[in-house]
């Protein structure tokens, strides 16, 4: 028996399911608890690589959630990674902007969060309100299914992938994108925590106007050269 296997094995008999997450066709994601413990975790269930996940395994950071397992098994991969306990910045902005000051220091803690990815050759790829989890006073980023890791010498990605709006505009085809990807999206992310809308449509002014502008700047060499400039 294969450790994906082994390792489905032990979640369909120790393990109970809380609740489906999402499902579609890359696969699923669910709640799960364990049934002695009762602790909770995520499993995602998808066919493709596990490439970003393993590179995570040995990491622990406060802004990232911990993955525990990552196996695969011929095209069928499974996570086990923290559960998160929180709300998403999405639920949190349902009440309107927020405060520049708390606006500011989510970003900064965002930073960090890419800071380890970024230095581990990750890129990724779908930073917006839905994928980042405020525990406490802390912002965790999470969901790495679009993320990738970056291929030296690769005219463009292999696949498209991101979040209409959020995305920046080489993850459409045009190269392949690297690291001042999630810079562009982090940039329209902090517009939409100050004002509610996306850059193209309202910027706000003063100095985080013009962190904005150099984030989401249409070429890559313009915007800030890494996550540490931007911090």
């Not at 985080?208 to 502008?213: E, P, S």
Request: hydrophobic residues 35%; contains cysteine; proline residues 4%.
């Amino acid at each position: 028996m294969n450790v994906y296997d082994n390792l489905m094995k032990t979640i369909n008999s120790e393990y109970q399911e809380v609740h489906l997450l999402k499902s579609g066709g890359r696969g699923c994601v669910s709640v799960i608890r364990n049934a002695k413990s009762g602790r909770r975790y995520i499993l995602r269930q998808f066919d493709g690589g596990v490439e970003v996940y393993r590179k995570l395994l040995c990491i622990a950071s406060p802004h990232l959630p911990q993955i525990y397992e990552a196996v695969s098994a011929g095209s069928h991969s499974a996570i086990l990674e923290e559960y998160v306990y929180g709300d998403t910045l999405s639920f949190l902005l349902e009440d309107g902007p927020l405060p520049p000051n708390t606006a500011r220091e989510l970003v900064r803690q965002i930073c960090r969060a890419l800071w380890v990815l970024h230095s581990n050759g990750i890129v990724h790829r779908d930073i917006k309100p839905e994928n980042v989890i405020i525990r406490g006073d802390e912002a965790v980023l999470i969901d790495f299914d679009a993320a990738r890791v970056y291929k030296c010498g690769s005219s463009e990605d292999t696949r498209v992938l991101g979040t209409t709006g959020y995305a920046a505009p080489e993850q459409y085809g045009i190269t392949q994108s690297d690291t001042r990807a999630d810079i562009y999206s982090l940039g329209v992310l902090l517009n939409v925590m100050l004002t509610g809308e996306h850059p193209s449509r309202k910027t706000v002014g003063g100095h985080l106007g013009r962190v904005i502008q150099k984030c989401t700047m249409t070429s890559p060499a313009n915007r800030y050269k890494d996550v540490l400039r931007l911090m």
